[in-house]
């Protein structure tokens, strides 16, 4: 949800241009991935639950990456897994020649950041400085922050952003229309 969101301010303040179908349909799927890649740490996370044998995947992964919120939850993170998915990205361009796959990667990277600072918001924070062990997190007195997967965050947080996301498609419809119709094949 904070991904996808992310990624249609971003659209709006950058406007992409002309965009092709194929292009838009693998960037809204890289944004997803890229909301949910930082939890790969985590062995009770989307990603592992869905395969089978997922959660001792999900436990070596863990420890690889230093535990829950440790290294993908770091700006060290972001450049490692950018770059990672920038290296996937041009081995799969020739099979899909089309796709602008630099777009593919904006999308990817806004929602990987969009799910750290979500991150932020919540008691736990984030390390973003890592090697620095310091978690960060808004508002920086630790109690007033959201406890994750509790009452504040279903019941407040997401509310606010479907509302955001509503009230940001009313009032730039023409703008989002336009680009469906320059969408291209
Ligand atoms: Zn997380």
Sequence with gaps: MA???????????????PLRLSTLLVALLANQLGGIAPDID????????????GHYVGKVFG???????????????????AWLTNLALHALHPIMPHVDIQLVWWAFVIGYVSHLVM???TKEGVPWLLPVPY??????LRRLRITTGK????????????????WLFASHY????????????
Excluded: C
């Design 42 to 53: 985590q062995p009770t996370a989307p990603l592992w639950r869905n395969l089978p044998e």
């Design 63 to 81: 420890k690889l990456l230093g535990g829950h919120r440790f290294i993908s939850h770091s700006l060290l993170g972001l450049v490692l897994f």
């Design 135 to 140: 978690k960060f997190g808004v508002p920086p």
């Design 119 to 121: 991150d932020t918001l």
């Design 3 to 17: 991904a996808a969101t992310a990624l249609a301010v971003a659209v709006l303040l950058y406007a992409p241009g």
């Design 151 to 166: 009452f504040m965050e279903t019941l407040v947080l997401l509310p606010l952003l479907v509302g955001f996301d509503i």
């Design 174 to 185: 023409n703008h989002f229309t336009g680009i469906l119709k320059t969408l291209v094949r």
